[in-house]
């Protein structure tokens, strides 16, 4: 019922670009803090990005700051994570994620897109 679907990853040179987009449906995608995370082989899981419900506030990793952006269109249930001058330390599975924050934490998760940076 409750589906968090990523797109747009791929394999990529090092200094190129990306966009990534999480598709979302059944739940209220408006009241719900949207992230991004990765996940390298043998690395933990990381926050790569947030973005509050009304999209006013965003927050990156200081790996990604400068070089991604994320968005969200509440109009059409999607989130974005653009990815600029990517580096082979960003290979991992993107995965998407939301939050509702204002009644509870509760937590969806996408099942990932992989991003292979190399040359």
């Known amino acids: 019922q409750v589906q968090l679907v990523e797109s747009g990853g791929g394999l990529v040179q090092p200094g190129g670009s990306l966009r990534l987009s999480c598709a979302a449906s059944g739940f209220t995608f408006s009241s719900y803090r949207m992230s991004w995370y990765r996940q390298a082989p043998g690395k933990e899981r990381e926050l790569v990005a947030f973005i509050t419900s009304s999209g006013g506030i965003t927050n990156y990793a200081d790996s990604a700051k400068g070089r991604f952006t994320i968005s969200r269109d509440n109009a059409k249930n999607m989130v974005y994570l653009q990815m600029n001058n990517l580096k082979p330390e960003d290979t991992a599975v993107y995965i998407c994620?939301?939050?509702?924050?204002?009644?509870?934490?509760?937590?969806?998760w996408g099942r990932g897109t992989q991003v292979t940076v190399s040359s």
């Open positions: 994620n939301a939050v509702l924050v204002s009644v509870g934490i509760v937590t969806y």
